[in-house]
């Protein structure tokens, strides 16, 4: 795993809680991640669950994408989830939904795992 | 063998260089040099990240001995940075020379009366000094272990290359006669720079396929290649030098482009790689490249290659053709040929928005994983080898025109060449202050910095590693 994906891991930690951040390391580079008990607002049920990504050997520059929640997950209003949001996956061994939301501002502001995840709950509490 | 040391500086920092030393008249004046060091072989490579301009009478004054000098308030900070950020400090000035340039013996003994106490303090990084004429430029570098280097040559990058030497070299007037006709364009001194290069091509496909094919012609003297695919059916239509049996034989594409390049040149030196662009050998390699073409259609190259330019000051070029269609009337919008120049220090792919990091991720992931996240088919690019033809043909000519100085100052632009609208646009590519590869302002960036920083390589393409990612 190099420097900037564990200092990335590390952040998430700092973030989420050093309990609720696990990590797995890919053997180039980077490292698959999860974060136990996020909170995704009371659009869903259940309202709690996994989030996950890959931190590849290119981030900084790379994007975290996509990123996958509990395959459990529904919308509490009984819709059906839309593109960049579709279920049926499997990531990591666990049943997933996947969330295809791209990072078009690396430029401009330099990307951290912790902004990741942070937009990416931000986009589903936000969802309408 | 003692390394030799070269110094690379972009055209805007040479610019405000010269016009403070020239600026008419016939007086003396001084600056500070802080440049990153990589050492490249049996090179030590200078590479110009900062100037400041010392103000005449307070910082560059004249001392008690009745000569200039640059007063220790001016060179105390500078020298600390050097030692934090892992830059060499040079301290600069002029003489009233043209063609050849040296120190006197009053500039040689305050070297050696001052730089010993400049290296204690820098810690492990050389120390030394820059003497420009109006065309020439000598070095005086001591490096840790007190010995001393002098100067090889400077290369002043813009889009053009400007070469200054502390004195003129002679150049042979004898040249292959295969070469006849250009010559009597660029003459045996250009022949000569030609055969002394050494030229990357990343990505043998359809448009490094030609570029390898006009450089060999050219008479470029050493190429690495790198390419780690094979030769198949569907790249004969465009892959220069190929035959059927390549492709049922699964030749790779870095033997064909040298047995392609040997029909033309024969003496050429040739460094195979086949390899992906990111792979850590590669970027090694790359790093002793006078020039980079880049060919290869990947983020991963694209993020590779302009790093090696802003790191190393090493001038390169993406190429590339592009064909989109409207898939609901099924009609063609436009087909592109396309040449970016890659130029330290002037905008660069990744502050100008071409290094896409979600596409850059997904090339990162494995082929499983690529498949799992994809919503549709992805079908093959749509490929013409005229279009690669333009492209690849702009591309060689800018260099043969920029490193044989063969017209003047030139800007940097992106060159955008539509087909279906008969025009061409040249895109002046945005500079960001931001930029994380190119400003020479944001402390960190990696413009400059030799091999203070690590350049940018994949593990997941190492060789043992490759067959991980596919």
Redesign the interface.
């Known amino acids: 795993m190099?420097p900037e994906v564990s200092a990335a891991i590390e952040d998430l930690r700092a973030q989420f809680g050093n309990d609720a951040v696990t990590s797995v390391d890919d053997?180039?580079?980077?490292a698959y991640f999860f974060i136990e008990g996020v909170d995704l607002s009371d659009k869903f049920v259940p309202r709690k669950t996994w989030i996950g990504g890959?931190i590849?050997?290119?981030y900084p520059?790379?994007?975290?994408?996509?990123v996958f929640i509990g395959g459990d997950v529904r919308r509490a209003d009984g819709r059906a989830f839309e593109?960049p949001i579709?279920a049926g996956?499997?990531?990591q061994g666990r049943p997933a939904i996947?969330i295809?939301r791209?990072?078009?501002n690396?430029?401009?502001s330099?990307?951290t795992a912790r902004s990741k995840v942070l937009k990416v709950l931000h986009f589903l509490e936000t969802l309408p | 063998m003692k390394e030799a040391v070269t110094v690379r500086i972009t055209r805007r920092h040479y610019d405000i260089l010269h016009g403070h030393l020239f600026p008419g008249g016939y007086g003396e004046h001084g600056a500070i040099v802080l440049a990153g060091l990589a050492k490249i072989g049996q090179e030590l490579r200078l590479t110009v990240r900062d100037v400041v301009l010392a103000k005449d009478g307070k910082e560059y004054v004249i001392g008690e001995s009745g000569y200039h000098s640059l007063k220790a308030t001016a060179i105390s900070p500078l020298i600390k940075r050097c030692r934090d950020e892992r830059l060499v400090y040079l301290a600069v000035h002029n003489h009233l020379s043209d063609d050849a340039v040296e120190f006197s013996d009053v500039d040689l003994n305050s070297h050696s009366e001052g730089y010993p106490a400049l290296l204690d303090i820098a810690r492990g990084m050389p120390v030394g000094a820059l003497v420009f004429g109006r065309r020439s430029v000598q070095a005086d570098l001591w490096l840790p272990d007190r010995s001393r280097r002098d100067l090889r040559e400077m290369l002043v990058i813009g889009q053009s290359v400007h070469r200054l030497y502390p004195r003129q070299p002679r150049w042979s007037a004898n040249t292959d006669k295969s070469h006849d006709r250009q010559v009597r364009m660029f003459g045996a001194k250009g022949q000569q720079i030609l055969r002394r290069m050494r030229i990357a091509v990343v990505g043998l496909g359809g448009i490094g396929s030609l570029v390898t094919e006009y450089l060999a012609r050219l008479g470029i003297g050493e190429f690495i290649l790198v390419d780690e695919d094979v030769v198949e059916t569907s790249n004969l239509s465009r892959l220069v030098g190929a035959n059927q049996n390549d492709a049922d034989n699964r030749e790779l594409k870095v033997d064909v482009a040298e047995r392609h390049i040997r029909e033309a040149n024969a003496h050429a030196r040739i460094t195979k790689l086949a390899m992906d662009a990111a792979a850590p050998k590669v970027v090694e390699e790359l790093k002793s490249a006078d020039y980079i073409f880049l060919a290869a259609d990947t983020m991963?190259a694209r993020?590779v290659i302009n790093g090696l330019a802003q790191q190393y000051f090493i001038p390169a070029v993406q190429l590339g053709a592009k064909v989109t269609a409207s898939h609901s009337s099924r009609t063609l919008e436009d087909a592109i040929s396309i040449v970016r120049p890659m130029r330290p220090g002037d905008g660069c792919l990744?502050?100008?928005?071409l290094?896409d990091?979600?596409a850059?991720?997904?090339?990162?992931?494995k082929e499983e994983?690529r498949r799992?996240?994809a919503?549709g088919v992805q079908e093959p690019n749509p490929s013409v080898i005229t279009l690669n033809a333009v492209s690849a043909a702009h591309a060689v000519n800018d260099f043969l025109f920029d490193f044989l100085e063969l017209r003047d100052k030139a800007e940097v632009e992106f060159l955008h060449l539509s087909h279906i609208r008969r025009r061409n646009s040249a895109v002046s590519p945005t500079h960001?202050p931001?930029?994380?590869e190119c400003s020479c302002s944001l402390p960190h960036s990696r413009f400059a910095r030799g091999d203070a920083v690590s350049a940018?390589s994949?593990?997941?393409f190492s060789s043992e590693?490759d067959s991980?990612?596919r």
């Open positions: 190099k053997t180039v580079g980077g890959r590849v050997d290119g520059y790379a994007d975290i994408y996509p593109p579709t996956h499997t990531w996947q295809s791209a990072n078009r690396v430029q401009v330099p990307q | 991963r993020l990744f502050c100008n928005g290094i990091s979600t850059l991720a997904t090339e990162l992931l994983e799992d996240i919503y960001s931001r930029c994380t940018i994949m593990a997941a590693q991980h990612i």
